[in-house]
């Protein structure tokens, strides 16, 4: 236990620290957009994939349950909302972990075992202000951002299915979903990817920056990086879900 | 010797890590004198990797101090520390060049860095000269990667001194490499050295290349230093550690005598 709570304290400060360099001199604007361009070259693709068969798989899940008690006009509406406030953001975070998230420890963990990250010090340049406190930023900023791209697609591949595999009628589909939709759904989608994006970075940057061992302990940070970051972006959303706020309505 | 003519000191420095039983540094002590060329010698294992990183802050001793030209880097803050790392230059081990930035790139890191007023044409010009002194041409577009063992060696140098150190430190710049490259480095080293008057520590197991090139050379041996002498009085030394490293390398006061 107290093993456990040495290491959260050791990864505490090392968020606290890169997250301090943010603000001294010299600030590097250019690293946050590389990492944001480099975020999504990993996941767009994939992301939307994902996005395109989940909203598609939830449709016509949903309207063989709705169908049975003849209320499949509800199929846009549920899709959507389950997409915006839940699939969204957790789908996302666990795609992109496993790209980014992986690719940083990976990056990092190779830096470190090939000592770049001491050359890196030696030159007097702060590894974590080159390194980690920009894809700290990218991550909460990308993470918002291809979570809107999954809710989008998502809500395409939702509606193609039912409107031209289950045959809910078009008009109906969405005008519930409009009637049902409040933007404090998005925002709570959001709200959630934020915190998931900023969190899958720093474990994958903290992940890698402590590998050590060689090419093996690369790996092993690699797939630390995955593990823990599921496991952080599941229990996380339960506890995230009840303290944002939705835009819940009782008709 | 005198305070003002030691570029870097240990004294009693002792370091265990967490996953060892026995201490790697036990107790170390020794001096650089300003502008010399010294060579630390050990068995692979001995803590010089260990030695060298002490001396940039890297890793921090857990008794004793280390002194870099009169300053202790115990006492120094973060800024005082970025300050003197600023007038090191390090060749590592496995030479550590950013592997996703080409060599024009790597070695215009520092100046990107620390020299901001530069204008671009400057720094590529600059590069290039740097390449020049380590005899490379028509590479900076390679990607590290692309290069051989001795390249990189070469372009690691080329990227330590480019911001002009005083203090220059060598991991086992020779080792991997064959007996003519080998050569060419050491030769570099030595010639870079002077022309910067710089104070260069470098670690080797190659004993003759050693004696060849440095002013000092010393002995790690369970922890301490064991001996410290010019080569010419280290091929004679005493100690049984010492003669018996010199004897495995096929090393003997007589034959060296001609050499130097
Ligand atoms: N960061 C570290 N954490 C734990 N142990 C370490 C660390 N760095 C070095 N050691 C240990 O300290 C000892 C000395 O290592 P060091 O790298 O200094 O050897 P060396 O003399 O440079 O050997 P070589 O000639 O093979 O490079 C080794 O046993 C090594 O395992
Ligand atoms: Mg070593």
């Given at each position: 236990m107290t093993k456990q709570l040495e290491s959260l304290g050791r990864f505490s400060l090392f968020v606290w620290n890169s997250l301090l360099w943010l603000f001294r001199k010299p600030y590097r604007w250019r690293l946050i957009t590389d990492e944001i361009l480099f975020i999504g070259n990993e996941s767009l693709y994939i992301v939307s994939l994902a996005a395109f068969f989940t909203?598609?798989?939830?449709a016509y899940q949903s309207w063989l349950a709705f169908v049975m008690v003849g209320t499949d006009s509800m199929v846009g509406a549920t899709v959507s909302l389950a997409l915006v406030r839940e699939m969204g953001p957790v789908m996302t975070g666990l795609v992109v972990t496993g790209r980014a998230g992986a690719a940083m420890a990976a990056q990092i963990g190779n830096m470190r075992v090939t000592e770049q990250i001491d050359a890196l010090e030696v030159m007097a340049v702060s590894p974590l202000q080159f390194l980690v406190s920009p894809k700290l930023v990218a991550g909460t900023i990308s993470l918002p951002l291809l979570t809107a791209i999954f809710g989008m697609v998502g809500n395409l591949g939702g509606y193609v299915v039912a409107v031209w595999v289950c045959g809910v009628d078009p008009g109906i589909y969405i005008s519930k979903l409009k009637y049902f939709m409040d933007p404090w759904d998005f925002y709570h989608g959001l709200i959630k990817s934020g915190f998931f994006g900023f969190l899958l970075t720093a474990i994958g940057c903290y992940s890698g920056y402590r590998a050590k061992n060689g090419a093996q302990g690369v790996g092993k940070a690699t797939n630390d990086a995955v593990v823990s970051g599921f496991i952080v972006i599941l229990v996380l959303d339960y506890f995230l879900s009840i303290l944002v706020p939705t835009g819940v309505r009782v008709q | 010797m005198n305070d003002q003519d030691v570029a870097l000191e240990f004294k009693e420095v002792w370091k265990k890590f967490s996953n060892s039983a026995t201490p790697t540094l036990a107790g170390m002590s020794f001096q650089v004198r300003k502008g010399s060329i010294h060579v630390l010698l050990g068995h692979s294992g001995a803590g010089k990797s260990v030695t060298l990183k002490h001396f940039l802050g890297l890793i921090v001793p857990d008794e004793g101090h280390i002194f870099v030209k009169g300053q202790d880097i115990g006492k120094c803050g973060d800024v005082e520390l970025t300050r003197l790392r600023k007038t090191f230059g390090m060749l590592f081990q496995n030479s550590a060049l950013f592997?996703?930035?080409?060599?024009?790139?790597?070695?215009?890191?520092?100046?990107?860095?620390?020299?901001?007023?530069?204008?671009e044409e400057e720094i590529v010009r600059r590069v290039e000269d740097l390449l020049e002194s380590v005899e490379l041409r028509n590479i900076v577009q390679k990607m590290p990667s692309e290069l051989s063992g001795g390249m990189r060696k070469r372009v690691g140098l080329a990227r330590a001194i480019a911001l002009g150190p005083e203090i220059l430190l060598f991991d086992e710049p020779t080792t991997g490499l064959d007996p003519e490259t080998a050569r060419v480095i050491d030769d570099l080293i030595v010639s870079t050295t002077r022309r910067l008057k710089a104070t260069s520590l470098i670690i080797s197991h190659d004993i003759h290349a050693s004696l060849r090139i440095a002013d000092f050379v010393s002995m790690i041996w369970e922890g301490r230093i064991i001996e410290t002498a010019s080569p010419a009085d280290f091929v004679k030394s005493r100690d049984p550690v010492v003669k018996q490293f010199l004897e495995s390398a096929g090393v003997t006061a007589v034959s060296n005598a001609g050499k130097l």
């Amino acid at each position: 236990m107290t093993k456990q709570l040495e290491s959260l304290g050791r990864f505490s400060l090392f968020v606290w620290n890169s997250l301090l360099w943010l603000f001294r001199k010299p600030y590097r604007w250019r690293l946050i957009t590389d990492e944001i361009l480099f975020i999504g070259n990993e996941s767009l693709y994939i992301v939307s994939l994902a996005a395109f068969f989940t909203g598609a798989v939830f449709a016509y899940q949903s309207w063989l349950a709705f169908v049975m008690v003849g209320t499949d006009s509800m199929v846009g509406a549920t899709v959507s909302l389950a997409l915006v406030r839940e699939m969204g953001p957790v789908m996302t975070g666990l795609v992109v972990t496993g790209r980014a998230g992986a690719a940083m420890a990976a990056q990092i963990g190779n830096m470190r075992v090939t000592e770049q990250i001491d050359a890196l010090e030696v030159m007097a340049v702060s590894p974590l202000q080159f390194l980690v406190s920009p894809k700290l930023v990218a991550g909460t900023i990308s993470l918002p951002l291809l979570t809107a791209i999954f809710g989008m697609v998502g809500n395409l591949g939702g509606y193609v299915v039912a409107v031209w595999v289950c045959g809910v009628d078009p008009g109906i589909y969405i005008s519930k979903l409009k009637y049902f939709m409040d933007p404090w759904d998005f925002y709570h989608g959001l709200i959630k990817s934020g915190f998931f994006g900023f969190l899958l970075t720093a474990i994958g940057c903290y992940s890698g920056y402590r590998a050590k061992n060689g090419a093996q302990g690369v790996g092993k940070a690699t797939n630390d990086a995955v593990v823990s970051g599921f496991i952080v972006i599941l229990v996380l959303d339960y506890f995230l879900s009840i303290l944002v706020p939705t835009g819940v309505r009782v008709q | 010797m005198n305070d003002q003519d030691v570029a870097l000191e240990f004294k009693e420095v002792w370091k265990k890590f967490s996953n060892s039983a026995t201490p790697t540094l036990a107790g170390m002590s020794f001096q650089v004198r300003k502008g010399s060329i010294h060579v630390l010698l050990g068995h692979s294992g001995a803590g010089k990797s260990v030695t060298l990183k002490h001396f940039l802050g890297l890793i921090v001793p857990d008794e004793g101090h280390i002194f870099v030209k009169g300053q202790d880097i115990g006492k120094c803050g973060d800024v005082e520390l970025t300050r003197l790392r600023k007038t090191f230059g390090m060749l590592f081990q496995n030479s550590a060049l950013f592997d996703g930035l080409d060599v024009l790139e790597n070695v215009a890191f520092p100046l990107r860095e620390h020299r901001r007023e530069m204008r671009e044409e400057e720094i590529v010009r600059r590069v290039e000269d740097l390449l020049e002194s380590v005899e490379l041409r028509n590479i900076v577009q390679k990607m590290p990667s692309e290069l051989s063992g001795g390249m990189r060696k070469r372009v690691g140098l080329a990227r330590a001194i480019a911001l002009g150190p005083e203090i220059l430190l060598f991991d086992e710049p020779t080792t991997g490499l064959d007996p003519e490259t080998a050569r060419v480095i050491d030769d570099l080293i030595v010639s870079t050295t002077r022309r910067l008057k710089a104070t260069s520590l470098i670690i080797s197991h190659d004993i003759h290349a050693s004696l060849r090139i440095a002013d000092f050379v010393s002995m790690i041996w369970e922890g301490r230093i064991i001996e410290t002498a010019s080569p010419a009085d280290f091929v004679k030394s005493r100690d049984p550690v010492v003669k018996q490293f010199l004897e495995s390398a096929g090393v003997t006061a007589v034959s060296n005598a001609g050499k130097l």
